[in-house]
């Protein structure tokens, strides 16, 4: 399968936990964008990361959430100490670049009891 | 005002009606747009860029006015299997690799 892998397709996690979600981008693509979609919301953008490096991370949250793109190995997006406010479908997209445009993963299902 | 704004909807429609979404977005330095849709509980699925001379797809077509900031698409003989919510897209700043900006989307619902 050369699209975008995420995994797990589905969470659950008690809170206080950490959540782990990760990102495989489509084959040939160095660009990853994390969003994030509430129940009955639009997807809003969280963070943008080519490898080792995070260029944009202005829709994270300030404190618990964190995201990497190592130089081998998946992206990473990382949640400390969950709140049931955190209960979302988490989604990964990948592109090339250059405008070109971004292709998304079946999406994380977290869910936090 | 919001970055991306779409027709509310849901829009219910019979097959073969020809049905339009319309958009506006406020960043004017915006460079890339995109009409995506997404089924329910599904991942968003590209359904075509947008592009200032106006671009078609089988039975898609979308506009784009940048003086106006504003998309549209329109579907023409709608099948049950276009019953989806469409997504105005856009990129966040100039540069066209930013972030998407996504709409809340409209809900069409294509009935028999």
């Known amino acids: 399968n050369a699209g975008v892998m995420q995994n797990p397709r589905h969470l659950v996690r008690r809170r206080g936990q950490e959540a782990r979600l990760r990102c495989s981008p489509m084959?040939?693509?160095?660009?990853v964008y994390w969003y994030r979609q509430l129940p009955e919301e639009g997807l809003k953008f969280m963070v943008y990361?080519?490898?080792?490096?995070?260029?944009?991370e202005s829709g994270m949250p300030k404190e618990r959430f964190s995201a990497e793109f190592p130089k081998e190995g998946p992206s990473i997006l990382r949640i400390q100490q969950v709140v049931r406010g955190d209960s979302a479908a988490y989604f990964c997209a990948s592109s090339g670049g250059g405008g070109q445009p971004q292709h998304f993963g079946d999406g994380t299902r977290l869910s936090i009891l | 005002r919001k970055e991306v704004e779409q027709d509310p909807g849901p829009f219910n429609v019979p097959e073969g009606a020809t049905v339009a979404f319309n958009c506006t977005y406020s960043n004017s330095a915006s460079q890339s747009f995109f009409w995506y849709r997404q089924d329910c509980r599904k991942e968003p699925k590209l359904l075509m860029s947008v592009y200032s001379s106006g671009n078609e797809d089988g039975r898609f077509t979308a506009q784009l006015n940048r003086a106006s900031q504003y998309i549209s698409l329109l579907i023409r003989d709608s099948k049950l299997s276009d019953s989806a919510t469409y997504l105005c897209v856009v990129t966040s700043y100039g540069g066209s690799q930013g972030n998407l900006i996504f709409g809340k989307g409209t809900k069409l619902s294509v009935k028999p």
């Open positions: 084959k040939g693509h160095s660009h």
């Open positions: 990361l080519q490898k080792e490096n995070i260029i944009d």
